[in-house]
């Protein structure tokens, strides 16, 4: 057994020129930026997966629960101003 109860008999180790640590709102957009370039990225994350805490729990969640509520506005203000009533239809 090696690192964390995980298997390591298969590990290699590879040299890359950058090594991005993580995969949340400023880690995956700069390793995509930086590929773009033309350069070698390696991006790693350890939850597993290419979301970080911005994608999956913190920035993006947040930006749809305030277009939610400035769509909802904007209809409950369109409503009145046509004097209808705001909360129903």
Request: aromatic share 6%; with cysteine.
């Amino acid at each position: 057994m090696g690192i964390s109860g995980l298997e390591t008999t298969n590990i290699s180790i590879q040299e890359v020129p950058l090594l991005c640590i993580g995969a949340g709102g400023g880690a995956y957009p700069a390793a995509f930026r930086l590929a773009k370039t033309g350069r070698q990225v390696l991006m790693v994350d350890s939850k597993g997966v290419m979301s970080g805490n911005c994608l999956y729990e913190g920035c993006v969640p947040s930006k749809a629960v305030r277009e939610t509520a400035a769509f909802y506005d904007d209809r409950v203000v369109s409503r009145i101003s046509k004097g209808e009533t705001p909360l129903h239809g």
